[in-house]
């Protein structure tokens, strides 16, 4: 039987003593919220949580191909059948020039910068709906996420860049001292899907068919790039705004390092043009991101 008249029994009139509610007053509520300015990169944070970005590469790279029948080798064929589609169609079909250079290792040497930027892309894009429960549960630097996402498909890259060398072996086509300048282009590429990624991915949160418009983007985008023809077809005084295309610079790039291309002036105003192009990019689309980072736990 319950003793009324204890000073801790409940009633309906009675309020809780003094001394409880002061302390639990006392006790320190921490508010985690996203820092403004350009101060909200927040560089040492992800430094600290860069156990999680590894995890999350690994995650990407072993689902991939986890109960695969032949693993990785599906980051080769992709690229070498779409290669032969292409040589077939738009060089003896078509008549496509190649500028000098045999037409599969042209467009080999344009399908490997894109290939791994159009999965990028896809990847980054549907970022950080994949992992909306995480971003609800558990407090990290959100731009993880998306860096996680361009890193990935890196992987995939060097093997088919290994293909590349057999053909260029095949071929009988010696690299150039341009080749040290590879690790920069694929730089390059990585911060151009990032820059693009970082404006698709918080719209794809706040808009679902957002999902549906990104395959389609990255077909037409395709096509408006050198990867099935030349820079030279394009009128030279269209060339610098053809450039602003990010893509351009990129693709030009790798050819004139992997294959020393006659043109390569054209390839270096490209490029020049493209990372101007990018780090203009890059800059709004993380100060997007950023804005858009304090609604993520509320949409996805």
């Given amino acids: 039987m319950t003793n009324c008249n204890h000073p801790l029994a409940s009633s309906p009139g ?14 320190p509520v921490v508010r985690i919220e996203p820092s403004r300015g350009w101060g909200s990169l927040e560089l040492r944070n992800l430094w600290e949580y860069r156990e999680l970005f590894y995890f ?12 695969t029948v032949i693993g990785a080798a599906w980051a080769m064929i992709q690229p070498l059948m779409t290669m032969i589609i292409f ?7 078509v008549r496509v020039p ?12 344009g399908l490997l910068p894109w290939t791994y930027f159009s999965s990028a892309i896809n990847r980054t894009g549907n970022s950080l709906l994949a992992d909306a ?10 731009l993880i996420l998306p860096l996680s996402a361009v890193t990935a498909p890196a992987v995939d ?3 088919s860049l290994a293909v590349l060398a057999g053909m260029m072996m095949w071929f009988r086509i010696a690299p150039t001292w341009g080749v040290l300048a ?18 698709l991915s918080p719209l794809n949160a706040q808009y679902r068919d957002v999902t549906h418009i990104i395959p389609f983007l990255v077909q037409v985008w395709m096509y408006a790039c050198p990867v099935i023809y030349p820079v030279s077809l394009v009128p030279e005084k269209w060339r610098v705004l053809y450039s602003l295309n990010p893509m351009v610079g990129v693709i030009e790039g790798f050819r004139w390092a992997l294959l020393g291309k006659e043109n390569s002036a054209i390839g270096l105003t490209a490029m020049a043009v493209s990372a ?13 991101f950023k804005r858009m980072e304090r609604s993520f736990a509320d949409i996805v």
């Fill in 14 to 27: 009675r309020t809780r003593p003094e001394g409880a509610v002061q302390s639990q007053a006392s006790i």
């Fill in 98 to 109: 190649s500028d000098g250079i045999p037409y599969p290792i042209f467009a080999y040497t």
């Fill in 157 to 159: 890259f060097l093997f």
């Fill in 276 to 288: 101007l192009v990018v780090v203009m990019l890059l800059c709004g689309g993380v100060n997007f």
């Fill in 56 to 67: 999350l590469v690994w995650r990407e790279v072993k689902v991939r191909y986890k109960q």
């Fill in 133 to 142: 429960n995480l971003i609800r549960k558990v407090y990290f630097p959100r």
């Fill in 87 to 93: 040589t077939v169609v738009f060089s003896h079909f």
């Fill in 182 to 199: 590879l690790p920069f282009l694929l730089l390059l590429a990585l911060l151009t899907a990032l820059a693009v990624g970082l404006w």
